[in-house]
């Protein structure tokens, strides 16, 4: 099946500072999502992004669909950017995660 | 805007016992999805729903487990004899085209004893 493989699995911000976060697909995916989990343990859904680059004020996504990889930017991070993002992409029915970026941002 | 939900937020059974974990797709979404993620680990995908029949289940959706759509609005995922491995977070979403975005709903803890 398909590997999804997200870097860094854990990243240490001081606040204001830029991050970048990685996701890398096995094979071809037929869409992609990002999602922020929250400490109680809900996903938010942050791009829905097949292909092309989306912003929605401090982040961003680009997804290079013919190279298999996604990224997703984080400006000027605050402490709430605090927890684990996962990438998602999808065959068939269903969605694969990756296993996640743990993200800290210190105050 | 519309949202999936779930209920109940968190539930605690015993061993052995049976437990329903329910959920409200979006009303014009077609497609229907359970996943669960276990306590540190990665979102797995359990099984999807499509014009009420299981369209696909991982390996992980084995006798235990089953689906049901009882009406019009509600998506059910039934455990019939729970684990200890089965506490874990349960997601449900849903869609209304394949392959497209898929919405999440808040989950239900499940903790077995």
């Known amino acids: 099946g398909i590997q999804v493989e997200q870097s860094p699995p854990d990243l240490i911000l001081q606040e204001g500072a830029n991050s970048t976060l990685r996701c890398n697909f096995s094979?071809?995916?037929?869409?992609l999502q990002w999602f922020h989990q929250n400490p109680w343990g809900q996903l938010i859904n942050l791009f829905y992004?097949?292909?092309g680059t989306k912003q929605n004020g401090r982040l961003s996504a680009t997804t290079v669909a013919t190279e298999r990889y996604s990224l997703l930017y984080i400006s000027s991070s605050q402490t709430t950017d605090s927890g684990v993002y996962f990438c998602?992409?999808?065959?068939?029915?269903?969605?694969?995660f990756g296993t996640g970026t743990r993200l800290k941002v210190l105050a | 805007e519309p949202e999936v939900t779930q209920t109940p937020s968190h539930q605690v059974t015993q061993m052995g016992q049976e437990v329903i974990l329910r959920c409200v797709p979006i009303?014009?979404?077609?497609?229907f999805y359970w996943y669960r993620q276990i306590l540190g680990q990665k979102v797995e995908f359990l099984v999807s729903?499509?014009?009420?029949?299981?369209?696909?289940k991982s390996e992980i959706f084995d006798d235990q487990f089953s689906v049901e759509r009882p009406d019009g609005s509600n998506f059910t995922l039934k455990i019939r004899s729970t684990k200890l491995e089965d506490s874990a977070m349960y997601f449900c979403?849903?869609?209304?085209?394949?392959?497209?975005?898929?919405?999440f709903g808040p989950g239900t803890r499940l903790t077995v004893t």
């Open positions: 094979d071809s995916v037929n869409n």
């Open positions: 729903f499509y014009n009420n029949e299981i369209s696909e």
């Open positions: 979403a849903s869609n209304d085209r394949i392959y497209y975005e898929q919405y």
């Open positions: 009303s014009n979404h077609l497609y």
């Open positions: 998602a992409g999808v065959r068939t029915y269903k969605y694969i």
């Open positions: 992004i097949p292909s």
